[in-house]
């Protein structure tokens, strides 16, 4: 069975902490126009395969705060009650577009996620606490054998926020795109030619258990990557796989300063980094100790979370967000003030996110969400609109 997320999923943490921070960076005063409860998107079938696909639309509905699917005509439907075991949900699948061919629906001002898997439904259960969402880290899970992937977006009154992701894992590749108000789109998501097999080529090669974090089909069939936190939660990844970096970067800020400067428009807005003992204490311009961080474990990192926690707030939040990305990005060592946001100096280290690495390293444009604070610097596979006139997502081949 699958289990429920005791956490929100990270992602989608990221998705909503960066749409808040685009809305507050929003032009004042600028007119726009309203923006409709629904918006049409594409989905175009450009996977090559010959399997029938199909699309899920579930989130939040933001007027409400409900949770639930909407259709294909983008008419909202609420989950009914779970149970302990979970129970079936709905169906909410929408048939997608055969190979070769195009599909459009309409999705609501939501928060959620726009699922697509190929060959099979997927199996979405229900408990007393909501939707249990497929969890492949888990062997049990009855999704485990289906090539699937999602899309995480949120529609409302400011605009669209539509991103590809990575988080949680690498799988069947797509697309994202939005028509703007003058008829021009932006687009990103897609892999460069062979990206698929490189990225899984590039694992197998990648010595100190990277490769564990490959899962198939008992014939063999790759369906995904488990990000790297999986990895550590599961043994597939060894837990001490950040030590040495984190070691290094704790002897070099014990006699020295780290500053971060969290917010790109606020340049006058620093905090500095001082090592003593297994803490990270970090202290305004007036030398008060506002924040401090334990050493971190590779799970900490990778998942942004635990020991490396960023609450929504204006300062352990964006520190600790600073720090993430530079310790993903193996950059700390590299430039004593961060974020570091020249992408030569990422992923360097022999010590360093891999899977985040060869994720950037295979995307068309450079850009993914390989982790969850990987906007830190805008490196996030992110497509917005104040004024979405369409939406666009693209299944891509596996090759």
Known sequence: MPHTLARPAVSLAAAAALAGGLLALGAPGRAQAAVP?????????????SEPVYVYDLGTQLSSGRQGWADANGAFHAWPAG??????????AIPGPAAGQSKTIRIPKFSGRIYFSYGRKLDFRLTTGGLVQPAVQNPSDPNRDILFNWSEYTLNDSGLWLNSTQVDMFSAPYAVGVQRADGSVSSTGHLKPGGWTGFFDALRGRP??????????????????LSPLYGVETGALPANVMDDYVNRVWRKYTTSALTVTPFADRPGTKYYGRVSGDVMNFTDSSGAVVTSFRKPDAAS???????LDAPNDQVRGPISRTLCAGFNRSTLLVHPSQPDTTTADFYKDPVTNHYAREVHARTAD????????DDVGNQESLVHDGSPRQAYLTLDPLS
């Open 37 to 49: 409860d629904t918006v049409p998107l594409k989905i175009t079938n450009s996977s090559g395969r």
């Open 301 to 307: 990192i990778f998942g942004c979370h635990k020991l």
């Open 208 to 225: 100190g258990g990277w490769a564990g974090l490959i899962q198939t089909r008992p014939d063999g069939t790759v369906l995904r990557a």
């Open 83 to 92: 149970g302990n075991p979970p129970t079936p949900a709905p169906d909410a």
């Open 366 to 373: 450079g850009k993914a969400y390989a982790f969850a604070f």
